[in-house]
């Protein structure tokens, strides 16, 4: 199916709770304990350029670009609605990070221009 015809379904199904996304999770799960986890498993260095592939509002986002500031740091995710909270945590936080619209199923990437990818909780989503 091709990916301009795939209907975008938000994380917790509903447009209205994106703004909620944070709080549920959290209370939900260890969301920033799974993520930190994930982080200690790489070394990042200095000038990589990492992408967070369905960054959703950026809480591994902003881990990345803390754990290496020098690191070029791309938050990618379907939804608007939910980059818009990722960008203003990252702005509060004073990160420099990009954060782009994209789907997971067609990166608008070329080839070797990423030196790191992450992702997670994003795969049970995909169809």
Do not use: N
Request: proline letters at 6%; hydrophobic letters at 40%; one cysteine or more.
């Amino acid at each position: 199916m091709p990916i301009r015809s795939l209907k975008y379904i938000p994380a917790l199904k509903f447009h209205w709770l994106t703004k909620l996304y944070d709080p549920l999770i959290g209370l939900g799960m260890q969301e920033k304990k799974l993520k930190g986890h994930l982080l200690r498993q790489e070394k990042l260095c200095p000038h990589q350029r990492i992408l967070d592939v369905g960054c959703g509002t950026g809480t591994l986002t902003r881990m990345l670009k803390e754990a290496q500031p020098e690191a070029m740091v791309i938050g990618l995710d379907a939804d608007p609605d939910i980059l818009k909270v990722a960008d203003e945590k990252a702005r509060r936080d004073r990160l420099d990070i990009r954060f782009q619209q994209g789907w997971a199923q067609d990166l608008p990437f070329e080839e070797a221009q990423l030196d790191g990818v992450f992702s997670t909780l994003l795969f049970h989503h995909l169809p």
